[in-house]
Each structure stands twice: as structure tokens, then as C-alpha cells.
């Protein structure tokens, strides 16, 4: 017997059973327990893994112990950027007293990091796998979410040590369950659509109210033609479909969708318009200063077009709201 084999292997042993206890610290099981419901949620509404955004969320803000989650509800260390208009707080990071992004409650957090990888830049990531947590760990950094060269390691580490790929497979099961419990609904031609009474809007074959039910259907964006704007997501409306249906089907209010789009004035929704899921900003893109006024064009189509509030597109213009706008006139997109 080799005495010295016996003697490493035994202290190994040792060493892996201390080392263990530490993987599973108490603050990080706290953070899991404590956000496990909104990750599953983030993962449903915008097809963003769970395993993903909570390994992020502890890897940033340490657990929600970090300067950044207890002053400024930041949990995902998401800097000012041109188009931010909310709080900040600012910190020494990479520059002398960087700005960071400041919101209400965590909450708001991890849902401004969902819309945060919305952007075009991270559109590729969206190809892989929901369950696909390397994959997704690599391309957020090559995607340039992270400049640090061990990120990917660090989310995975810490994915496969709290088993975080549970929550992504626990998000995938309740929609799975939804889609098939929708599915049998809607074998009874007589069941209960849950439509208004006097609610007379089409819905198209690929879209129904009992998928909308009680959840934000990530779907969504594969059933329409979709993109960006502005850094804005928007999907393209279908034949026969409304304001109404879109945010039923979205589990938000009719008006909230409206003033998204700003079509509080009660028009119609028509097939190809744009309808964006989210605010827009409140100026055009850098690369969209000016714009001449075509024939047809109206404010709001300009406003739709370029991905930023009307009303910003009159008093940045000074003029007043509902002005016709002319033909060849030249019209200020930013500031």
C-alpha cells in the first residue's frame, strides 16, 4: 500500500468536505429563497433564463449585501446610459464617481436588467436555449456585458452550485402546463372565452385569450414579426387584432399599452403597425437627428417610426399638440 497516496487522498477528502459548507453560503440561499419567484417570472415574461439572471443577481450584488442593492435597489450593477431618464446614485467603479442606475425597489431592478438585454446587442443570445446556461454564461461576455474574463465561469459556478437550472426548468414547466391546459380549453368549442361582454375583436389562429390568462406570454415575440427601436421592443400587430386584445394577451390594461404607443386618443390598431411592449424613450436614437416630413406622415407615425414619445417630438419642434405637420418640413428627433 502506497502510505503516501493514502495520506493525500485522505486529506483531500478533508479538505473537499470543509470547503463544501461554503459553497452553500446562508446569504446566498436567503437571495435564492427571497427572488426565486421573480427570476421564474423574469424568465416567463421575457424568455431570459432564471438561472441566469440569479446567478447575476448574487455575482453583482453580492447576495444583496453590496453598496450598490442597499443604497440604490441596483442588484445588477446596470450603469446611467444617454437614454436613462430615472434616479441615479453614484460610486467610484471605473471612473471617479461613475453613475448607476437607481429604482424603487429590487423589483424594478431585475426588470430593468431584462430590458436591459432586450437590446439588439444581446439578440443573439435569445437564439440559444432557455436551458442552455453556458451558453448564455459565454455570451453575455462576449456580447460585452462584462469585461471580466472568469464572468462566464464565475455564473456557472454558481448555477451548478445552488442548482439554479431548477428554477429555469420550474419557469418552463408552469408555461408548459398553461400551453397544454390552453390547448384543452380550446378542444370545447363551448367553454368560456373569458371576452367581455360587447367585445367583438378577432384573434388571430397563432393567439388566444386562454394563453393570456394570468401570464406574460414570451411567445409573443415569436408569433409576430418583432425587432427594436431605440433600444425598444415592438412586434408588428396582425390582421383583426386590437389594443385590447394585445395587452389581454400581455396581462396588462388596455390603457397602459395605449400610452406605451401613444394612442391614448382612442385610434385604431391596424394591421403592420408597430406596437412596442414597453416605454419609449423620450428622444429619437444619436443616429436619427433630424427627419424631413414625408407625404402621409403624421406625428405619430414619426414617433412610431423612430421609437420615442410624440409629445417629445412637438415641444422639441415647439409646436403645439396636434399641429398637421407639412410636407418637406424638417422636424428635431433629439435634443
Known sequence: ??????????????????????????????????????????????????????????????????????????????????????????????????????????????????????????????????????????????????????????????????????????????HKNQKEKAKDEKADPDRDQGVLAGDTVELTDRMDFSEAAGMKDVTIYQEHKAGFENGTRYIIAEEGESYRSLAHYLNMTEKQLRKYNDATDGRSLRKGDRVYLFRKHKYADRKHKTYFVRKHDTAWSIAQRFGFQMKSLYTLNGIPEGTPLTTRQELRLRK
Open 1 to 174: 500500500m502506497n502510505v503516501k497516496r493514502v495520506y493525500w487522498t485522505a486529506l483531500l477528502l478533508l479538505c473537499s468536505v470543509a470547503v463544501w459548507p461554503q459553497k452553500q453560503m446562508p446569504e446566498y440561499m436567503e437571495y435564492i429563497e427571497k427572488y426565486r419567484q421573480t427570476a421564474i417570472d423574469q424568465q416567463r415574461e421575457h424568455n431570459i433564463p432564471a438561472s441566469i439572471s440569479m446567478a447575476q443577481g448574487l455575482l453583482e450584488s453580492g447576495a444583496g449585501k453590496s453598496e450598490l442593492a442597499r443604497n440604490a435597489n441596483n442588484h445588477f450593477g446596470i450603469k446611467c446610459t444617454s437614454d436613462w431618464n430615472g434616479a441615479s446614485y453614484h460610486k467610484n467603479d471605473d471612473k471617479q464617481n461613475d453613475c448607476f442606475r437607481k429604482y424603487r425597489n429590487a423589483k424594478d431592478s431585475w426588470e430593468d436588467h431584462s430590458k436591459f438585454l432586450l437590446r439588439p446587442r444581446y439578440e443573439e443570445l435569445f437564439k440559444l436555449k432557455v436551458t442552455d446556461y453556458k451558453g448564455w454564461s459565454h455570451g453575455l461576455k462576449r456580447c460585452g456585458y462584462a469585461t471580466d474574463p472568469t464572468y462566464p465561469a464565475k455564473l456557472i459556478r454558481i448555477i451548478e452550485d445552488y442548482g439554479l437550472d431548477k428554477l429555469t426548468s420550474e419557469a418552463g414547466a408552469k
